[in-house]
């Protein structure tokens, strides 16, 4: 069926996303947003939608645009210069019975794209009611962004978005896996299917486990990094499977989905926030840092382990920052580059350059780090 007129976007944000991140939560479903603003946290989703935004409403000024009132995506495409059409919404704060009214209004408004601000948790609920009826593109802004729908920065979920509106015979569609895997991320809570536009090095892949042919190598280097950790040092140790292996050396129990600190082969803290971390980092303690990469994706900051911030790091220092990953999870990744979206808008994004992945012991390899 031939498009009449120009296409016209969906633009639903979450403005709770991602605000449990640096605070150690690991999203803002239900309530979780009051426990994270309690914490400190502050909306940050504003911030990275309008960055994806701009960059579409400078591609495309006169785009037809449906939105969610307010903070729901009004707010940002009148910030970005956009005159949108808006959906109403009952609650305030937003719930995610919003997010699902709102998707379902833009079905009926026959839109040709959701372009949408938010997490895991938040393309769960908007692919539940679209399905592949209507392609869909996620703004990475949420605390877990496993999913094969999200672009790999904000800046690259706009321009995908703005290559398929503006010429959408030239820009295929692919079937991509909706992931949520809650506060586990061995555990797939809920799985969907979404249709997303595909423009090669925009569209961040799906998240992959372990290969079983690295678990051997790894658990000898973690094995080999447990037994040297030095007195009185600072260990902080990323989320996921491959750090957790550290702790499993030590016969200490984390927090897979946390990052958690060691010191004299003890536990200092767990499940710490980024607030909790930079007071820990005082002047003149030595410390380092322990970087798991997500398989797939590549992703070494900005998915899930928001708490070690740009300050953080640079209290830590770059060349105390240990990345780990198994030899056939970095061989697979397409393309062969580790990722870092740390969120936090920064002249000098940290921990861009070559770095050196730490694979087994006495064994290791140099792969670029890219924004």
Same mark, same amino acid.
């Given at each position: %069926?031939? *498009?009449?007129?120009?296409?016209?976007?969906?633009?639903?944000?979450?403005?709770?996303?991602?605000?449990?991140?640096?605070?150690?939560?690991?999203?803002?479903?239900?309530?979780?947003?009051? *426990?994270?603003?309690?914490?400190?946290?502050?909306? #940050?989703?504003?911030?990275?939608?309008?960055?994806?935004?701009?960059?579409?409403? $400078?591609?495309? =000024?006169?785009?037809?645009?449906?939105?969610?009132? $307010?903070?729901?995506?009004?707010?940002?495409? +009148?910030?970005?210069?956009?005159?949108?059409?808006?959906?109403?919404?009952?609650?305030?704060?937003?719930?995610?019975? !919003?997010?699902?009214?709102?998707?379902?209004?833009?079905?009926?408004?026959?839109?040709?794209?959701?372009?949408?601000?938010?997490?895991?948790?938040? /393309? +769960? !609920?908007?692919?539940?009611?679209?399905?592949?009826?209507?392609?869909?593109?996620?703004?990475?802004?949420?605390?877990? %962004?496993? &999913?094969?729908?999200?672009?790999?920065?904000?800046?690259?979920?706009?321009? %995908?978005?703005?290559?398929?509106?503006?010429?959408?015979?030239?820009?295929?569609?692919?079937?991509?896996?909706?992931?949520?895997?809650?506060?586990?991320?061995?555990?797939?809570?809920?799985?969907?299917?979404?249709?997303?536009?595909?423009?090669? $090095?925009?569209? *961040?892949?799906?998240?992959?486990?372990?290969?079983?042919?690295?678990?051997? &190598?790894? !658990? +000898?280097?973690?094995?080999?990094?447990?037994?040297?950790?030095?007195? $009185?040092?600072?260990?902080?140790?990323?989320?996921?499977?491959?750090? /957790?292996?550290?702790?499993?050396? @030590?016969?200490?129990?984390?927090?897979?989905?946390?990052?958690?600190?060691?010191?004299? +082969?003890?536990?200092?803290?767990?499940?710490?926030?980024?607030?909790?971390?930079?007071?820990?980092?005082?002047?003149?303690?030595?410390?380092?840092?322990?970087?798991?990469?997500?398989?797939? *994706?590549?992703?070494?900051?900005?998915?899930?382990?928001?708490? #070690?911030?740009?300050?953080? #790091?640079?209290?830590?220092?770059?060349?105390?920052?240990?990345?780990?990953?198994?030899?056939?999870?970095?061989?697979?990744?397409?393309?062969?580059?580790?990722?870092? !979206?740390?969120?936090?808008?920064?002249?000098? =994004?940290?921990? @861009?350059?070559?770095?050196?992945?730490?694979?087994?012991?006495?064994?290791?390899?140099?792969?670029?780090?890219?924004?």
């Amino acid at each position: %069926m031939e *498009q009449a007129g120009p296409i016209r976007l969906g633009l639903i944000v979450n403005p709770i996303a991602g605000m449990g991140g640096s605070v150690g939560l690991h999203g803002t479903d239900g309530d979780t947003y009051r *426990q994270a603003a309690a914490l400190g946290a502050v909306p #940050i989703a504003h911030r990275r939608a309008g960055r994806a935004v701009r960059l579409l409403a $400078d591609a495309l =000024p006169d785009l037809p645009v449906l939105v969610g009132a $307010d903070e729901m995506g009004e707010n940002t495409a +009148r910030k970005a210069g956009l005159l949108p059409e808006v959906v109403p919404v009952r609650s305030d704060p937003t719930t995610s019975a !919003d997010t699902r009214e709102v998707a379902a209004r833009m079905v009926e408004g026959s839109v040709g794209l959701i372009a949408f601000a938010g997490g895991d948790g938040t /393309a +769960r !609920d908007i692919v539940g009611v679209v399905g592949t009826e209507v392609p869909v593109v996620g703004i990475p802004t949420g605390v877990k %962004m496993h &999913s094969a729908v999200f672009g790999n920065t904000p800046e690259a979920a706009g321009a %995908m978005a703005a290559r398929y509106l503006a010429t959408p015979d030239k820009v295929p569609l692919t079937r991509r896996e909706v992931l949520d895997a809650g506060d586990d991320p061995g555990h797939v809570a809920g799985f969907s299917v979404a249709s997303v536009p595909f423009v090669r $090095d925009l569209l *961040q892949p799906g998240k992959a486990t372990t290969a079983l042919g690295d678990d051997a &190598s790894l !658990d +000898r280097l973690c094995s080999k990094l447990a037994v040297a950790m030095a007195p $009185d040092h600072l260990y902080v140790l990323g989320p996921g499977t491959t750090v /957790a292996r550290i702790l499993d050396h @030590l016969d200490l129990e984390g927090t897979l989905a946390g990052v958690d600190v060691v010191r004299n +082969r003890r536990m200092v803290a767990t499940n710490v926030t980024a607030a909790e971390l930079v007071a820990l980092l005082a002047p003149g303690v030595p410390a380092t840092i322990y970087l798991g990469v997500i398989g797939g *994706q590549g992703f070494l900051l900005g998915r899930g382990n928001q708490q #070690i911030s740009p300050e953080v #790091i640079s209290r830590v220092g770059e060349e105390n920052v240990i990345i780990l990953a198994g030899e056939e999870k970095v061989r697979l990744l397409d393309p062969p580059v580790l990722r870092v !979206d740390t969120g936090v808008e920064s002249s000098r =994004p940290v921990m @861009l350059g070559y770095r050196r992945v730490h694979t087994s012991p006495g064994r290791s390899t140099v792969m670029k780090v890219v924004s």
